[in-house]
T-cell receptor
Framework: QQQVKQSPQSLIVQKGGISIINCAYE??????FPWYQQFPGKGPALLIA?????SEKKEGRFTISFNKSAKQFSLHIMDSQPGDSATYFC???????????FGKGTKLTVNP | NAGVTQTPKFQVLKTGQSMTLQCAQD?????MYWYRQDPGMGLRLIYY???????DKGEVPNGYNVSRLNKREFSLRLESAAPSQTSVYFC?????????????FGSGTRLTVV
């Protein structure tokens, strides 16, 4: 049973465009939703995270939108750059749990 | 540099061989984790250690054992490697269960079992 469903699997965007990656979850006990960025040959690195008491969080060109009623959250990358080309993972965890559950990842390619 | 260090970076094993993947962190984190990453599968938790002296199973523990040697080190052992264990293994750490912060990941060990 996949607890966090991520789409699309791959995404190609032109430089300057907006990249949007979506995730959906079922467990209403989840209360922490991070996004990780992974470059080839490297480990994932925390990009941005949100808690369900806010609907949006922005850090530079990266924004998380959160819809608690729909149990969905998404990552928007504004003004996408070739350097943003990487694999992005959404994740979720619930209070008191040690376990962080990951989506299957989205490979983003930003063409120059 | 502060962070999570994994050794080795690459390893090829024959079916049935054993090996230990090493992980060490120098951030004084309490919690440590082992994940495996397979194409199209995301990251799946193998084992974790919430604090020194404790270990617990994750989503895919079969075929693996772990040891939390001290606060800094958390090793993953494959007793009898199988081709299904071909994967990239990541160690991660975070300050502790009371801290809702992201994990810090190592750079991974790419393991091939032939």
């Amino acid at each position: 049973q996949q607890q966090v469903k991520q789409s699309p699997q791959s995404l190609i965007v032109q430089k300057g465009g907006i990249s949007i990656i979506n995730c959906a979850y079922e467990n209403t006990a989840f209360d922490y939703f991070p996004w990780y960025q992974q470059f080839p040959g490297k480990g994932p690195a925390l990009l941005i995270a949100i808690r369900p008491d806010v609907s949006e969080k922005k850090e530079g060109r990266f924004t998380i939108s959160f819809n608690k009623s729909a149990k969905q959250f998404s990552l928007h990358i504004m003004d996408s750059q070739p350097g943003d080309s990487a694999t992005y993972f959404c994740a979720a965890s619930e209070g008191g749990s040690e376990k962080l559950v990951f989506g299957k990842g989205t490979k983003l390619t930003v063409n120059p | 540099n502060a962070g999570v260090t994994q050794t080795p970076k690459f390893q090829v094993l024959k079916t049935g061989q054993s090996m230990t993947l090493q992980c060490a962190q120098d951030m004084n984190h309490n919690s440590m984790y082992w994940y495996r990453q397979d194409p199209g599968m995301g990251l799946r938790l193998i084992y974790y250690s919430a604090s020194e002296g404790t270990t617990d199973k994750g989503e895919v523990p079969n075929g693996y054992n772990v040891s939390r040697l001290n606060k800094r080190e958390f090793s993953l052992r494959l007793e009898s490697a199988a081709p299904s264990q071909t994967s990239v293994y990541f160690c991660a750490s975070r300050p502790g269960p009371a801290h809702r912060y992201g994990y810090t990941f190592g750079s991974g060990t790419r393991l091939t079992v032939v």
